[in-house]
Every structure is written in C-alpha cells, then in structure tokens.
C-alpha cells in the first residue's frame, strides 16, 4: 500500500470570503474551500507530496466541491465521509483594512463534528510519516472522540505527531474545556505551531522567550514554532531559540496563511533523513522558506485558492536573498 508523507484529521468546511460590493452596493462573498488542517494537506500536495484527510462534510454541493478541490490538490480524499442529514460546515470571514481576518462559524450542528470514531482506520494511519491535528474537532462530540481516537493510534504506531492550537474561542461553550483539550495536545505532539496571541493566551507570560520556554518544557514539545505574521516568526528547538524575520507584502487577506506557513515546514522536514534530529541551521533554513510562502498566500483571496507554486516560491527567495542576508 502507498506511503502517506502526512495525513490530517479535522475541519473541512467553506470559507465565505468578502468580495466586494455588488452593483446594488450590497456586500458580496467568494466561496472558498478550507479548514486548516484540509489547507495544510492540500499546500503539501499540490507541492507534491502524498497526503491524505480524515473527515466528513454533508451530503450537499459544498461538500463536493471542497472533495473536489482536495482531490485537484492531490490529496487522498478516501476518508472523507458524507453526512445525509447535516450540512456542511460554512465560516463567514471578515477582512479588516490590512487584510487579517476574523471569522463567524455557521455549525450548530455541522458537519465536521459528525465525524465519528467507527470512521477511523488504524490501516491508513499506519501508513503515514506525520500525522496533523487541530483544536477545531476537539470543540464537540463525536469528532472530539474520533479525533483522539485517531491520535493514540498514530501515537501508538510511532508517528510524528504535527498539532496547531488554532483557538477559536466562539466554538467552545467552555474556556475551561477549550484550555484543557488543547493542552492535552500539546502534550502528545512533536512538531507545535503557535501563534503570538496564542502563545500568550496558553501561557499568561506576555514576553515571547519566556512564554515559548514555558510552553515548551511544560509539554516536553521537541520543536515549537510561534507565527508573528508580517514580523516572521520565532523557534525553539530542544533548548535553542531563534527569530527568523518576515517579509513585507501588501497583504490581500491572511485566510490560511498561518496554515501554508506550516505546510512549508512539514514539507522541509520531510526532507530530512531524521525528523527529529534537526540541527539549528535546518531549522534556520526552513523557516526562511515558510515565512516566505506564508506572505505569498496573503497576496490572494481564500485559503486553498491561495497556494504558491514551487515555482513561485523559489522565484520570491531569490528576488529576495538580499533581504534575509541584511536581517539575519
């Protein structure tokens, strides 16, 4: 059976994005495909790499078109369940003057908390390298038990385990609940990505070395990754930390951009003969180029429709090689 690079469990769902007023000066929205954990599977396989997603959107035209898109990215879409009687998740997204977005969530109840622990094959998860998980399947029933499900088994069979926090406080009935599940991913994963305002939400430390060293000793997490949008990005690996500075775009709208960012990193570390034995120049190295595709995915709209090339990447690092070279 095929080797999976990385495979991801979790939301799936339409992203309305703002599109402009209509000729009756109403405001209009673009319907884009996303979910995080679809976007980071779906920037890695249009990238090349096997990838596949575990998760269940309704029986409706949205969800064909999210499968759709998925499969013209390369992903392997065989885990996706349909649900006959509920609808498929929808997120309604708000762009302030520079682009960054907040989000409203049409979900109670949708269709990517459907997903149920009879849908998860330990067949599948033992064929993958890295496994990828988020908050968002953790915020109800069932898909927080199927969630877990699938995480002690990619655990159990020894796989490098990938979580993004990406608290989204609207979805929780309870903040306690909220902090509690996301801490127990913390505490099982390898590879972290956290944002700046998450960091200071899990910690409480408002200075980012102290908070990224509190963090990471408290959930023993091999290589923490902190997003800090336009400024760059910041690391702790095993004890060393590091900032790697961004790149200055004119941002369009940074839907998925945090998302892309860490399908660049899982697609270097695949790179790698050993996963977990990466030096400090690797790490350097890697997010060098993340920090570079995350800023070319804000120059579009939507998450997923906003995928750099390789091409267009590799061009952006070269045309930009100086700038790295002054701040680094």
Same mark, same amino acid.
């Given at each position: ?57 309704? !029986? ?60 998860? !094959? ?33 655990? !159990? ?77 910041? $690391?702790?690996? $095993? ?90």
């Amino acid at each position: 059976m095929k080797e999976i690079d990385v495979m991801a469990i979790g939301e799936l769902l339409i992203d309305f994005s703002p599109a402009g007023p209509s000729l009756n000066k109403r405001p209009t929205f673009e319907q884009n495909p996303g979910g995080a954990p679809a976007n980071v599977v779906a920037a890695l396989g249009k990238w090349g790499r096997a990838t596949s997603m575990i998760a269940r959107v309704g !029986e409706d035209f949205f969800g064909e078109d999210l499968i759709s898109t998925l499969k013209e990215h390369h992903v392997d879409c065989s885990l996706i369940t349909k649900d006959k009687k509920i609808p498929t998740t929808l997120a309604f997204v708000n762009l302030d003057d520079n682009g960054n977005r907040s989000f409203r969530f049409y979900r109670k109840p949708g269709a990517d908390l459907m997903l149920h622990k009879d849908n998860i !094959e330990e067949t599948g998860i033992k064929r993958c390298k890295i496994f990828h998980f988020g908050s968002v399947s953790l915020t109800g029933e069932p898909s927080r038990e199927a969630t877990w499900h699938a995480v002690e088994l990619a655990k !159990e069979n020894a796989k490098i385990i990938s979580f993004d926090p990406n608290v989204r406080e609207l979805l929780w009935e309870d903040h306690d609940e909220m902090k509690e599940q996301i801490i127990r991913g913390l505490s099982v994963a390898d590879l972290v990505k956290v944002s700046e305002e998450e960091l200071h939400f899990l910690t409480g430390e408002d200075m980012l070395e102290k908070a990224m060293t509190l963090l990471s000793e408290t959930y023993s997490i091999p290589l923490l990754i902190i997003t800090l949008g336009a400024e760059g990005s910041s $690391y702790r690996l $095993y004890g060393k930390m590091g900032f790697i500075p961004g790149y200055k775009v004119r941002a369009l709208d940074t839907t998925g951009a945090g998302d892309v960012f860490w399908g660049s990193v899982l697609y270097q570390l695949l790179g790698r003969a050993k996963l977990l034995e990466l030096q400090e120049t690797d790490i350097v190295q890697i997010l060098q180029t993340a920090n570079a595709v995350g800023a070319l995915t804000t120059l579009k709209k939507g998450a997923i429709p906003s995928i750099p090339t390789i091409d267009e990447i590799d061009l952006f690092l070269r045309q930009h090689r100086t700038h790295m070279e002054d701040k680094t």
